[in-house]
């Protein structure tokens, strides 16, 4: 068929891990190992080396369109950073098939002599390239996991919050932005969608995720958002990424005329709810977009999210939100299973609208201290 291509992941790009939200448009052929063998090495992110004949690696085969494979090799940075070659793979039933490939020139980092990068996500350790194989160094844990325990936390808030001012609201139009949308939804990871059914089965995020789930699947915040406020929600989303935001113009969404999703707190329209999910830049400069929220929520509630390394830092941004005086909310989860969840803790802040009074501000901390008591509670893996 004209267009379309195979290509063999066997990284980040795989279910589960933060880049798979690029194959989102892409059907999953099913799970493979190259026929020849190659070297995959890690600093930071995986290296697939063709000229050194260490072991058979493993990892998916998707089926693309000329969109997604141009995505890819942005991320990829083909020609100049990796090169996509075709090579053999070998499926789960038995048989070869020829699929593109993104090689590295030279070997990097430490070595996966397993040639799965899953088992170094798990263990977090592998052999450093030096020669000497007894040589064994600690290495970092993937960032992110899809259905980790920093999504948990979120987007239980988000649908409490999101339900409770719209109940507010009644029937009048609910403005909603989600300046770091991202896409409608993602791949999951086996571990992380067997802890939600299993251990939130009669929460109301296990309820909208249910049917995602049973595709292997996880909706983001912005189809959330969607279905909790039905035909009253007026969503306008913003993400650096233009295919999530191809995604949503298809769907009839509104996207941010802004160039950084920060910016949705410099306009002067006031939203219902600005969800912030910056994810991993917000500490970088973060008390000047606190001051932006300070003065955006006098209007407009600001729900925001952001994971955390230390107990320091989660620390300093409560430090400067108590000495600004501001109403807020807060929920946090430590660090759980390395392999489901990284190796982040995360934290959640709603900055209510000024116009919320008091016994509907102590009603929505009581239903969102609940939340993250429950998120808390579960059992580190599934």
Not at 42 to 70: C, F, K, Q
Not at 93 to 102: C, E, F, I, K, M
Not at 235 to 241: C, E, I, K
Request: hydrophobic share 35%; aromatic share 10%; charged share 25%.
């Amino acid at each position: 068929m004209k267009g379309i291509e195979r290509v063999f992941v066997y990284g980040t790009l795989r279910r589960g891990f933060e880049n798979h939200r690029l194959l989102c448009n892409a059907t999953l052929l099913g799970r493979g190992r190259t026929k020849k063998r190659y070297a995959l090495y890690l600093e930071g992110i995986p290296y697939l080396i063709r000229d050194r004949g260490i072991s058979s690696v493993v990892g998916e085969v998707y089926r693309v369109n000329e969109e997604t494979l141009a995505a890819l090799d942005r991320l990829e940075g083909h020609p100049h950073l990796y090169r996509r070659e075709k090579a053999d793979i070998l499926t789960g039933d038995g048989h070869s098939l020829r699929a593109w490939v993104y090689f590295y020139p030279e070997p990097r980092g430490t070595l996966i002599e397993s040639g799965d990068y899953c088992d170094v996500a798990k263990s977090g350790r592998t052999k450093k390239n030096t020669g000497h194989s007894d040589q064994v160094e600690k290495v970092k844990s993937v960032r992110y996991r899809v259905g980790n325990l920093g999504d948990l936390l979120k987007h239980s808030w988000l649908i409490e919050i999101l339900s409770f001012l719209k109940k507010q609201k009644g029937r009048a139009s609910f403005y909603y932005a989600d300046a770091f949308s991202g896409f409608d939804e993602y791949g999951i990871g086996k571990g992380q969608a067997e802890r939600i059914r299993k251990h939130l089965l009669l929460s109301p995020l296990f309820e909208m995720q249910k049917g995602a789930l049973s595709r292997e699947r996880y909706l983001g915040s912005v189809s959330i958002a969607r279905k909790v406020l039905g035909t009253s929600g007026r969503l306008s989303v913003f993400d650096a990424n233009p295919l999530a935001l191809d995604g949503f113009r298809k769907s009839g969404i509104g996207t941010l005329k802004i160039k950084s999703g920060y910016n949705v707190l410099d306009q002067k329209k006031p939203y219902d709810l600005i969800f912030l999910d910056p994810y991993d830049d917000f500490l970088d400069g973060h008390e000047t977009v606190l001051s932006k929220i300070f003065r955006k929520a006098r209007g407009s509630s600001v729900f925001l999210f952001f994971p955390f390394r230390h107990s320091a830092h989660e620390k300093g941004v409560l430090r400067i939100i108590g000495q600004s005086g501001s109403r807020y909310m807060h929920g946090s989860v430590g660090r759980g299973d390395p392999l489901l969840d990284g190796i982040y803790r995360f934290a959640v802040f709603l900055f209510p609208a000024g116009h919320m009074d008091g016994k509907a501000y102590r009603h929505l901390t009581r239903k969102l201290d609940a939340v993250t008591a429950i998120i808390k509670g579960l059992p580190v893996s599934a």
